[in-house]
């Protein structure tokens, strides 16, 4: 059966503002080396990546403990494109996006605005649109096994691209709401827009990191025709 697989992960670039990444050559063949090999390093909560329960709850599993079965399956798109520049995206909102969305799905928040702002300017950052606390709690009510964002979902993170503010707790919304709760958490897609129907198969693979909590990721959507 034809299918479509849209990629919905950002690049990882070592010029990138907020999340330095070391890349250098261990052989290379313009040295005279045999073969050539690169070596990367960055936070596991940069680019597209996956947040583990770890993260914010020090009893909560690790990367390597969530099954494949937790970060893979149907997934319902819940659109809230219609939010603005610095707008809250309310319960109300992700409801009326969010209408096929059943128990055990994952759950793509899609407010498209990568198409308005890049990743790597801090206006993607300032200016983006965020969840509210009841709307986490709707996502949370729905039962899903999973979330994936196109947008920094929490307000607070702009305060660390503002003013280099550390948050509370508590302002991490999303990340008290649903991981500590066991919602696994995808962030920084992008690409969402590209999906054209409701419910779709999604891929999210997070490297098998050890006792860590998030892994880079790389996150598809298929559409079977």
Known sequence: MPRRIIDLSTPIDAG???WPVERRKVKSHAAGDGAEATFLGWT???????????HFDPEGATTDEIGLETVIGTACVVDVSQARADEAVTAEMVAAGGTAVQPGDIALIRSGWDRFESIDRPEFWTRSP???DDACRWLLQRQVKAVAFDFPQDRCIRDRVIGDRVPERAEMTSHVILLAN?????EYLRNMMAIS?????????????????????RA???EES
């Open 220 to 222: 598809i959507a298929i």
């Open 44 to 54: 596991v909560h940069g680019f597209t990546h996956m947040d583990a329960p770890r």
């Open 182 to 186: 066991g919602v696994i958490m995808f």
């Open 197 to 217: 129907r409701p419910r779709v198969e999604f891929i999210g693979l997070p490297l098998k990191v050890a006792r860590c909590d998030g892994a880079p990721a």
């Open 130 to 132: 965020w969840l509210t």
């Open 16 to 18: 990138h503002f907020r």
